[in-house]
């Protein structure tokens, strides 16, 4: 059996950064009998690796701030290209790919395949407990969107 881990990733105090958080309370709810993991983390680069641990593939869903799509688009993005993001590529920790390969390097069970998710944010550092309107109003179709992609991935 094939171990399937979904994280989502945020900021619960920054607003739409929070919107993985809130993508994969979701989503725990829509894949009934399947041998999926749900989890979330505000945790940054190597501290992400824990959780990576032992599963053989993972679907990282976090916000994205690209200024090229309107807020609540689904962007699928590849290791290799990941854009400047705190919990994924940071200058005070090593970026996501780098703790990967730093994982598996020293023997632990890396996922065989990574999917990160992002979801389009215009603001991530207002400092409150819940999305922005726009986002919050978004959650249905964002949530319906995600399931069908993580269906397709799986």
């Known amino acids: 059996m094939v171990r399937t ?10 607003s739409d950064d929070a919107i993985g958080l809130a993508a994969v309370r979701k989503l725990s ?21 824990e959780l990576l ?3 053989d593939r993972a679907i990282i869903i976090d916000s994205i701030i690209t200024g090229e799509h309107p807020p609540g688009e689904i962007i699928e993005l590849a290791m290799d ?3 400047e993001n705190p919990r994924l590529r940071s200058p005070h920790d090593a970026d996501f790919k780098s703790a990967v390969e730093l994982a598996q ?9 990574i999917t990160i998710i992002g979801i ?3 603001d991530n550092l207002k400092f409150t407990a819940s ?17 069908q992609k993580i269906k397709n991935l799986l």
């Open 131 to 147: 999305l922005s309107r726009q986002l919050a109003s978004q959650m249905p179709s964002i949530t319906r969107a995600l399931f």
């Open 29 to 49: 709810g829509l894949f009934n009998g399947a041998a999926l993991d749900f989890k979330s983390s505000e945790k940054v680069g190597l501290n992400l690796i």
């Open 53 to 55: 641990e032992g599963y």
């Open 120 to 122: 389009e944010v215009s």
């Open 81 to 83: 290209h990941l854009p």
């Open 5 to 14: 881990l979904i994280l989502g990733l945020g900021n619960s105090l920054l």
């Open 105 to 113: 390097k020293v023997g632990l069970k890396m996922p065989s395949s």
